[in-house]
């Protein structure tokens, strides 16, 4: 539906097809998509693409209604960090959180493998490793599906017993919610360098015993789990954070690191902490 008098340009096509589609809870699934007829472009670990479907896509059965349906001759676009390796050429995977009064979200649970899926060319984000010297050690923070940037940049820049440390600190409601969970914990067994720690905040829900951390991502941060990990408390001078996912966890944790003398990376000023916010 266009405005009287303008005319609409033409949507884009759905140039793109999923070719899997793998469910961890009915709120989270990874997404593979393939560029159809095109080769897809180069990226950085941590950028993010953006997908689409028009709005006459069908909605999940686990979505409430739209306060304002979407037009559905139109592309709803959102925004998805990369999950999958910047030296995979074939697809690209997206890590995708249910929001159920969303736009986009609930109409991306319904898609199967081989339904079609606008994915723009274009890939953007400075959320990567470009301002970390070689040398420092990384931690990746997380909640949710804020893990996905950290997936690509593991599969990239981990070098598996190399120098450098790198610890992923992941936060979710449920075991059941903490995606990539057994990758995470094979790459902790093959690499000494590399650290995966993960916590949630419903330890009562589970069906049984839950042995490891339970509380705020943060926590694992003030508690002393990332240092007894790796033998020393991570400052400034030895060491970057990547933040990722809600709202509340980002403003969290840069509070607290600012307190130990981090600072928020900037276009202008150089800093210790990479922030990308989802919403
Ligand atoms: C750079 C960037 C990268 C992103 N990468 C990812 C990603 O890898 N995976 C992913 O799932 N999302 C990611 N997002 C969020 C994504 O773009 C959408 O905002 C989200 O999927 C909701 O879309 P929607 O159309 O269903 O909801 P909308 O109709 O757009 O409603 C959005 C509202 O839902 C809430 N919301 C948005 N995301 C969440 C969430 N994850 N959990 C709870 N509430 C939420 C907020 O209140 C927000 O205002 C990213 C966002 C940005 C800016």
């Known amino acids: 539906m266009s405005e009287p008098g303008r005319t609409a340009l033409p949507e884009p096509k759905l140039n793109a097809v999923v070719t899997l589609r ?23 670990p941590g950028q993010f693409a953006v997908i689409g479907l028009p709005g006459s896509a069908p909605r ?26 910047s030296l995979t050429r ?18 991306l649970f319904s898609l199967q493998i081989g339904d079609r899926i606008w994915l723009g060319p274009k890939i953007a984000g400075m959320f990567t490793f470009d301002q970390v010297p070689a040398a420092e050690s990384v931690v990746m923070i997380a909640t949710g599906t804020g893990l996905a940037p950290y997936m690509s940049m593991l599969s990239t820049h981990l070098m598996c017993g190399g120098p450098r440390r790198i610890a992923v600190l992941h936060g ?31 330890p009562a829900d589970e ?11 943060q926590d694992l941060w ?7 990990s790796w033998g020393f408390h991570p400052t400034p001078e030895n060491t970057h954070v990547f933040l990722c996912g809600s709202p509340a966890m980002i403003d969290g944790a840069v509070e607290l690191l600012g307190r130990e003398g981090f600072k928020e990376q900037t276009k202008k000023e150089a800093g210790q902490i990479h922030v990308e916010r989802y919403w």
């Open 22 to 44: 793998d469910e961890i809870s009915p709120w989270l699934i990874i997404l593979r998509v393939a560029a159809d007829g095109w080769a897809l472009p180069d990226f950085r």
């Open 60 to 85: 999940g059965t686990l979505a409430l209604p739209e306060e304002h349906p979407s037009d559905p001759d139109k592309l709803i676009r959102r925004a998805y960090s990369i999950a999958s390796s």
């Open 90 to 107: 074939q697809y690209m995977d997206f890590y995708v959180a249910l929001v159920t009064s969303g736009a986009l979200t609930p109409r």
């Open 172 to 202: 979710a409601r449920h075991s059941w919610d903490l995606g990539y969970r057994s990758q995470l914990m094979t790459l902790q067994h093959l690499c000494g360098n590399f650290t995966y720690l993960p916590t949630i905040s419903r």
């Open 207 to 217: 069906p049984t015993p839950w042995v490891d951390a339970a509380g705020y991502v």
């Open 222 to 228: 003030t508690n002393g789990a990332l240092d007894r």
